[in-house]
């Protein structure tokens, strides 16, 4: 543990999004593109493991804080502030606890092991395998929900959303028009 907060102290991460926001953008790591391996199953298991050690969660809340930041800064149209989509299982609990809008996003564990398969290349194992998908998930669900620190949870004030059944396209304009009513909701205040 000791190791791992200490590189989580010294090493050099950042974030670009894409010009249109349509993929994850580049994620540098000392100044290495690894935006590509962020998706693969053994680094969701390495993060769910390391991610339990207090020191690498208070380390990655500030390093997700300072990003988030640079990012509305940068994003900042004149007077007007924008802000970020941020996802994670402890972004609206720990890292922004008083974000405008909190979605808490759900779906059935075959549904997530159909879309983590999908998310996977076809040489990794859960890439062809709907029951391993479905082990893993329920295997870190189960670690996260129970570790010390950014425990897997709803914010009290998230808006919660199973979209099992939703396309893609469907969750998007169901998460825009949450966005959009607390957007014109706050204009009305």
């Known amino acids: 543990e000791d190791a791992s907060v200490k590189f989580a102290l010294t090493v050099d991460i950042d974030f670009r ?20 391996y962020l998706q693969r199953n053994e680094v969701s298991r390495a993060a769910s493991t390391i991610s339990r050690h207090p020191g690498i969660r208070e380390a990655m809340v500030d390093l997700q804080r300072r990003i988030a930041g640079h990012l509305c800064s940068e ?27 909190k979605i ?19 040489s990794q194992p859960a890439a062809s395998n709907l029951e391993h998908a479905k082990a893993e998930i329920m295997n870190r669900d189960l670690s996260d929900l129970k570790r010390p620190v950014g425990a897997l949870k709803a914010a009290d004030d998230a808006i919660k959303i199973n979209n099992t059944d939703w396309s893609c396209e469907e969750t998007l304009e169901t998460v825009l028009d949450i966005v959009r009513g607390k957007i014109q909701a706050k204009k009305g205040t």
Do not use: C, H, W
């Open 17 to 36: 999004p894409t010009q249109l926001g349509v993929d994850i953008g580049t994620v540098m790591v000392n100044g290495e593109n690894v935006a590509e």
């Open 75 to 101: 994003l900042a149209d004149g007077d007007k502030m924008r802000g970020v989509v941020v996802e994670g299982r402890d972004i609206g609990t720990v890292v922004f606890p008083d974000a405008d809008v």
């Open 104 to 122: 808490y996003l759900d779906a059935s564990l075959e549904e997530r092991a159909k879309r983590r398969m999908n998310d996977f290349d076809a």
